[in-house]
């Protein structure tokens, strides 16, 4: 597996992903930026035919291929003891496109010993490569487009904690 180059300091709006790539970040030990020549080197790639429905243009049919994102996730090391389910199922992914628009996933949707969904981060979509476009986000369960962002410039991994309350031992 090739492994992505590390960067120092958690990304801001000022240090944007070179274009086609994203930055992994948020509560984890190694934020990372990725190519999506990147996601085709590390990782078992998976193929999704999906349809998903858009309350403007309709049901859209496409074929994705790529890798996992839980996978994918794995390498930025996210805060939380992975042998700890309870602690895990805290956690939230926020992922955003290059033109603002970002939606929200829980990280037990994706996770094997909870959801289990099949969620992909998209190297080809229709047999085109999205290497200059950058990576889009695959929700096979979803019936509505909405969580398909495309051009995925970040994605962000944290855990929801209530107001007021310290991190839990659990
Ligand atoms: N970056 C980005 N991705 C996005 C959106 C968007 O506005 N920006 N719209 C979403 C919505 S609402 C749908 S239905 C699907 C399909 O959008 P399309 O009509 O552009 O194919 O993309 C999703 N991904
Ligand atoms: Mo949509």
């Keep these: 597996m090739s492994l992505p180059s590390a960067v120092p300091h958690a990304p801001s709006a000022t240090t944007p992903a070179p274009p086609g790539s994203f930055v992994l970040w948020g509560d984890v030990a190694g934020p990372a930026t ?13 193929r999704a035919e999906v ?9 859209q049919h496409h074929t994705f291929t790529g890798p996992l994102l ?22 939230l ?3 955003s496109g290059g033109d603002g628009h970002h939606t929200v996933l ?3 949707e994706i996770d094997a010993d909870f959801g289990n969904a099949p969620v992909l981060l998209a190297t080809r979509m229709d047999e085109e490569d ?12 979803d019936r509505c487009g909405a969580r398909y962002v495309s051009a995925v ?7 929801h904690r209530l107001p007021g ?3 839990s031992e659990d």
Excluded at 40 to 45: F, L, S
Excluded at 73 to 91: L, N, Q, Y
């Design 70 to 91: 839980r996978e994918v996730m794995a390498v930025a090391r996210p805060g939380f003891d992975p042998a700890r389910r309870k602690e895990r199922s805290r956690f």
């Design 34 to 46: 990725l190519a999506v020549a990147d996601l085709r080197e590390g990782w078992e790639q998976h």
């Design 153 to 159: 410039t970040g994605i962000w991994i944290g855990a």
């Design 165 to 167: 309350t310290p991190p």
């Design 51 to 59: 349809v998903f429905d858009c309350a403007t243009a309709g049901p």
């Design 130 to 141: 999205l290497d200059a476009v950058g990576t889009q986000l695959v929700v096979p369960s």
């Design 106 to 108: 829980s990280w037990a």
């Design 93 to 95: 992914v926020s992922v």
